[in-house]
């Protein structure tokens, strides 16, 4: 048998007669639609018009090209932090200062997801999160792209990196000074020495 509840429960709003006709809720949806109509829309037109998005925005990774050779010194910290497991790296043994190199590099893009922790924990800043973000594949072999596709002209990447370096360490220099050539095994503090300085300011 069943129960039938002739009173709203408790604490629950009771509707005038004004507001059972709805029409005030339908006049306040009209309003702001009238309102919306004769601003600037704020859509943009993609594909046509690309969005242009800040250096905070973390796309595809990608590998940073210094002087025509990848910054990477092949410690392997990117691939063991990845947690989909989607860097895959080999070292090879150069004549270069830096001793080591990737002799191959590959990110498998349909398992990255884009958090950024092969950026953080690169001590050469070699591989960082780029401004691209529309990428199209039309088969699962497409998606693996390799250290060809992945090096990028560093100049390209100057937004990113400065912002790394405003948000990494933004004390550096301030509280201590730092002698640079106790660090020369890191090609940024090497450039730096190079360039003749000595102590960070």
């Known amino acids: ?6 009173t709203a429960p408790a604490g629950e709003r009771k509707l005038s007669w004004w507001d059972r006709l709805y029409f005030p809720a339908i006049l306040s949806g009209l ?16 594909p046509e018009e690309p969005i242009v998005l800040g250096p905070e925005f973390r796309g595809r990774p990608v590998l940073v090209a210094e002087n025509g050779r990848e910054r990477c010194v092949a410690c392997g910290l990117c691939a063991r932090v ?9 070292a090879a043994e150069t004549d ?34 780029s401004p691209e973000y529309d990428i199209v594949f039309r088969s699962r072999e497409e998606a693996i792209f390799t250290k060809e596709k992945l090096l990028v002209e560093k100049k390209l990447l100057e937004p990113r990196l400065q912002w790394l370096q405003r948000m990494r360490n933004p004390q550096f220099g301030k509280y201590f000074r730092f002698r640079i050539g106790n660090n020369i095994h890191s090609l940024k503090a090497r450039s730096m020495v190079a360039q003749g300085e000595e102590v960070a300011s």
């Open 1 to 6: 048998m069943a129960v039938r509840i002739r």
């Open 82 to 90: 990845c947690p989909p497991f989607a860097i895959h790296m080999q």
């Open 31 to 46: 309003r702001y639609t009238f309102q919306r109509l004769f601003k600037k829309p704020v859509t943009v037109q993609y």
């Open 96 to 129: 270069d200062p830096k001793e080591r190199y990737p002799a191959i590099f590959e990110i498998n893009m349909l398992r990255c997801i884009y958090c950024g922790l092969c950026e953080e924990v690169c001590p050469e800043e070699a591989i960082v999160m």
